[in-house]
């Protein structure tokens, strides 16, 4: 069988097309948007071979056209996805009933479509109702018309239903509470599309589905399954419409299964996926937790660019062979880190924290001379190490960070680390003493190439050390809002043991710190290099035991903890609504990553906090991702006539400074809120 989908650019067609492709059945199609065969609209989701672009079909040149492809391809079936709503009356009568009169008269089967309006007795005719009527009123002897309505997303364009709640558009939307329909999944349609056709069947028939459901609730369905935090509002038409009849074919599903296959479709064409294991590429993977649709958690999207605030779905999968777990879904870098917004320097105790650590470099290895440090922000670390006598050079990819650093006068590489970018570091440089990284190896999808690349780029005495968040401290803590899209990565100390042991590098101390809510400082070397430093302590295999102990480089024990997330967010939107019934004001102290995931996720959105405060000034007039919430800074708050009743400090792992420097609000009878590991009172209120 071969089918030719008239209209693949559409939304049913762009998914009957998915459908025959996962069905391996053979397609081509014909687009209505581009003679453009180059068009990126297009581009990796269609196979080019099969698409034939540009087809206008209300010029007859195009007609007999299709009808030479029918014929010199062997077109078993045509499915005609074509359809003018809104056009000029000769264009609406051209496309909804001449061309399917056109296509009935080849020698091929035919599936055409109606519209679920032409059943509607409270809705005053336009020309489209109209046209839709006279195609069911004519004889056609090959082709199955099927009168249905669907609704999905719009993988190209923006013309799906769910596309309005998805794309960053109005946070409002309104959801008509007497639009009563049973109109289908697009996806389950097309499936139910090419299983009619092995029947042959012709004539005309009704596809709904069994429930009927308004407008209103499928929108609030949809809102609560994508975790999307818009504000549905429920208005009404000026006269109800009810589409919801009996059909002939029923596909036996709720809407709650249909909105559940929604998501799943989105899911896997939105974005690619891992299907292997970053580290170890092994298949032993599998889903953990999904969080839903969420924005990138370091895009603080100026006022002006509020239309680019793109969300993606978040989900998270554990590799049972080398246990890392790791964020499913593959953004770009570029998309990631190219404008990053977090500059270290703007952070006293991170400041601080690294001026110790360049202490203890000097002091562990007086001998050493040569630092590379991979993904070195604004400079905050190489400043102390320089300034006590390494020879330090750096790599940032973030140009507007690097910029920072090299106006401090840093040897700056603004490029991502790679195997790529090393060979061209060393055969510049040579290899290094030491190289460092922190709290930058959650961040690389390429994580494997980089692994490698330090391994090529360290000399045969040379030492590895890097920190990153601590998975183990991450659950004890409660501390899911450290994950984001922008973090892939969430290390135990199995499985950087794991990793290492693959290059034969090894580890030869862990050490614990309190920066980021938990944080292990890891020192590698190469397995055949004995020289480490005599004050080191070889505790690798007490927290290997302490994490078998734990749970946590298991699956069972990483999805223990998920389980308390969802617990978590219904506590905190409980103890929320609390104070938004009794008319309070709320503001968040800390525009991090992790206040991101944190607001998005419980939906925390504009009903609730009317803006974000940030010590930052890269972040200062910007808006938080997703909830689009104004940032401004602490200079601002005290400059406030009103300030609000309460705050919550999203910053929490930085929560003694933060209270520090708000003493006078609370003086002022502010009252702040503490969100992790239990949202509570820093201070109970007098009530």
Partial sequence: MKVLILGVDGLLGQNIYISCKNKNIDVLGTTRVTNDVSNDLYEGFFDKNEILYGFDFNENKNLKEIENIIHNNNISVVINCIKDTSGEAQSIFNLNVELPKFLDQLDTYIISFSSDSVISVNRSE??????????????????????????????????????????????????????????????????????????????????FCDESISKLDLLLLINKRFNLNKIIVEKELEEPVDYSLKSEISPQKTYHEQIDMLYEDFKKYQVKSITLCRQCHSSRIKEVFDFGVMPLAGNFLKKEDLS???????????CDKCKTLQINESLDPAKLFKDYRYASSTIEALKFHYINYAKDLRESFPASKKILEIGCNDGVFLTPLKKIGFNVLGVEPATNIANKAKDLGHNIINDFFSTKTSASITEQYGKFDIITANNVLAHIECISDVFDAIKNSLNERGFLIFEVQYLKELIDKFQYDFIYHEHIFYYSITAINNILKARNMKIVQVKENNMHGGTVRIYATHSDNFHTPDNYIDNLNDYILSEEMSGIATFKGIESFFSKVIQHKKETMLFLNKIKKNKKTIACYGASGRSVTYANYCGIDQSYISYFIDDSPERSGRYIPGLQIPIITLDQLKNNKIL???????????????????????????????????????VSPVL
């Fill in 126 to 207: 336009n020309d489209y109702i109209k046209s839709k009527k006279q195609l069911e009123s004519i004889k056609l002897k090959n082709t199955l018309l099927i009168r249905t309505t669907f609704w999905g997303f719009d993988f190209l364009g923006n013309r799906g239903l769910i596309n309005k709640l998805i794309e960053p558009t109005d946070i409002k939307l309104f959801g008509y509470s007497n639009y009563i329909f049973s109109g289908l999944y697009v996806g389950l349609l097309s499936n139910i599309i090419l299983n009619t056709i092995k029947e042959k069947k012709v004539g005309l028939v009704s596809v």
């Fill in 308 to 318: 680019n605030d793109i969300k993606h779905t978040m989900s998270l999968s554990f």
């Fill in 644 to 682: 609000p009743d309460y705050i919550i400090i999203t910053a929490w792992t930085f929560k003694t400074d933060i209270i520090d420097k708000l003493k006078w609000y609370q003086k002022n009878g502010g009252i702040i809120i503490i969100p992790f590991p239990n949202i509570r009172f820093e």
